[in-house]
């Protein structure tokens, strides 16, 4: 008998009759069909922004049917979630930013099933200091017009009083302010105007059907602040549109987003009270 070579099994060879093991392989990976591009969609968005929309309709309902007038009711952005606990405050705070980011990472996670990741929505470090000056100049812009039109809605009595910021006076407050107000950009431009427009591209949609969804959906999701929300963020929503396609890059609308809501969000906490061309409630 001769024996196997060192560090060689010896080769088993079936005996007649016996059945054959094979060993299955990974089926390759399918792209998606637009019908299941479709239900994405409407998955993600019922887990974050579409469902907002549907919540704000329902809150504007609400308050048209309250016996006083839009411009007597508040909305509050930023509110207490502990009264009188401050540490529990700032935990619940921190909670609601952290999971208000998870729609994010769903879509991150969806792209990289596609192949591709968030780079692919211009979502990355990669250009930072363009990033930061085309910003800055969107928020410049858009933030000024917005007060403006908010300023003009509110004293009519189509909006109601914005409270952006129902904080207690404690030494976090600005600081989870700033990072309530990143949380919404990050969330909002990456969802409403990134995988939003790049899903119904896929899906066969036409460039100016993109613009309108996106801005319709932005709109409904700031209805419950009234009709100057509405219609202010779907201005808003349709200049992020062009930008983007301009650029291809949803990070200086993020940084636009984060800075406008920034300065609305603190300004407001240091400014309550002081001065007299701010509503408060």
Request: with cysteine.
């Amino acid at each position: 008998m001769i024996a196997p070579a060192v560090g060689r099994r010896p080769e088993r060879r079936p005996s007649a009759g016996a059945p054959v093991t094979t060993v299955p392989t990974e089926p390759e990976t399918a792209q998606p069909t637009r019908r299941l591009l479709g239900v994405e969609l409407l998955i993600v968005l019922g887990l974050s922004l579409g469902a907002s929309g549907i919540g704000a309709l329902i809150s504007f309902a609400g308050s048209l049917t309250e016996p006083l007038k839009l411009g007597q009711q508040v909305a509050t952005l930023n509110g207490s979630r502990a009264p009188g606990r401050p540490w529990l405050d700032l935990v619940w705070q921190l909670y609601y930013i952290g999971r208000g980011l998870m729609p994010v990472v769903l879509v991150g996670y969806l792209l990289v099933r596609e192949g591709t990741a968030l780079r692919v929505l211009g979502f990355d470090l990669g250009q930072k200091m363009r990033d930061l000056g085309r910003g800055a100049a969107v928020a410049a812009v858009i933030g000024g017009s917005g007060l403006a039109l908010y300023l003009a809605s509110q004293a009519a009595g189509y909006n109601l009083t914005v409270a952006p910021s129902g904080l207690p006076d404690v030494w976090w407050r600005v600081p989870v302010l700033v990072l309530s107000a990143w949380q919404n950009a990050i969330l909002e431009e990456v969802v409403v105007l990134g995988y939003l427009l790049r899903r119904l591209g896929q899906l066969g949609w036409s460039w100016p059907a993109t613009v309108v969804a996106s801005s319709v959906l932005r709109g409904s999701y700031h209805l419950y602040q009234g009709v100057g929300g509405l219609v202010g963020n779907m201005v808003m929503g349709a200049v992020f549109c062009l930008a983007y396609r301009r650029w291809g890059r949803v990070m200086p609308l993020v940084v636009a987003h984060g800075l406008i809501d920034t300065v609305a969000f603190v300004g407001y906490a240091l400014l309550a009270g002081h001065v007299s061309w701010l509503p408060t409630p």
